[in-house]
């Protein structure tokens, strides 16, 4: 039988054991290094598309976490054609934007909106924020991410290796003064994000944000145009009821 001294030691092996494999945080240049290359990589792609789970956590006034999850698909082209889908288990939509208009389609309520939005996809995303419409993950679409992601951040870390629906991939660690921030970029010649969580940390019970993609593609054969389906009634941008993946009252 084994003496307390000995179970202690073994316990202190396996822990020391532990902390030699631990993964070790590399140098903050070279965390900024990889969002550069990926940013760099990013811009020269004259158009993509991608496949996405997102998740969406909320803390009720009860302090319960609830977490929201959808799925979707987005198509770029540069400068000015975006094409996202989203479907949830509260709302399902469309976003089409032609370089002159977006369009805004909710399927469930069989309702459509166009948004006169001449200019670029940067110019679109910058113009919706500015009225209050919220997408996380949209620094992703921007013409210069590394600019977007970067600003503001007051610490970088390059945590190690991790692997992404079977993707290797390196794992990214930022802080900004009201969020934290990971992120998971392919190895390899291809840099491209495969996961990006956002952490906000003035909310109590820090919820996270949670995009992971997938299936990425330089063919994109989406026409970037908008086709009412029969039935399908056109209101004023303010009629449309909420597209979000969150549905109203969940934080209550």
Not at 35 to 41: A, E, G, H, P
Not at 50 to 76: L, N, P
Not at 130 to 155: C, H, I, K, R
Request: some cysteine.
């Amino acid at each position: 039988m084994q003496s307390t001294n000995q179970i202690a030691m073994r316990i202190a092996a396996g822990l020391l054991a532990l902390g030699v494999f631990a993964p070790v945080a590399r140098a903050e240049d070279d965390a900024r290094a990889i969002l550069k290359s990926m940013s760099d990589y990013l811009a020269k792609q004259p158009s993509f598309s991608a496949k996405f789970d997102s998740d969406v956590e909320v803390v009720t006034t009860d302090r319960q976490k609830i977490q929201f999850t959808s799925s979707g698909t987005i198509a770029i082209r540069r400068p000015d054609k975006l094409h996202a889908v989203r479907t949830g288990g509260y709302a399902d939509a469309d976003m089409i934007f032609n370089g002159k208009q977006l369009a805004v389609y909710a399927r469930n309520a069989k309702l459509y909106a166009k948004i006169d939005a001449p200019g670029s996809i940067d110019g679109l995303i910058t113009k919706l924020e500015a009225q209050g419409y919220v997408f996380p993950g949209a620094d992703l679409l921007m013409s210069n991410v590394y600019g977007e992601l970067n600003a503001g951040v007051l610490d970088a870390k390059h945590i190690g290796a991790g692997v992404i629906n079977g993707v290797q991939c390196e794992h990214l660690a930022f802080r900004n003064s009201d969020t934290d921030w990971q992120l998971w970029v392919r190895s390899g010649s291809e840099p491209i994000p495969c996961k990006y969580v956002i952490t906000s940390k003035d909310v109590a019970g820090a919820p996270q944000y949670t995009l992971t993609l997938r299936d990425w593609s330089s063919n994109v054969n989406d026409e970037f145009s908008f086709v009412p389906p029969a039935g399908v009634k056109q209101v004023d941008a303010k009629a449309l009821p909420s597209t979000d993946e969150v549905p109203e009252g969940a934080s209550k």
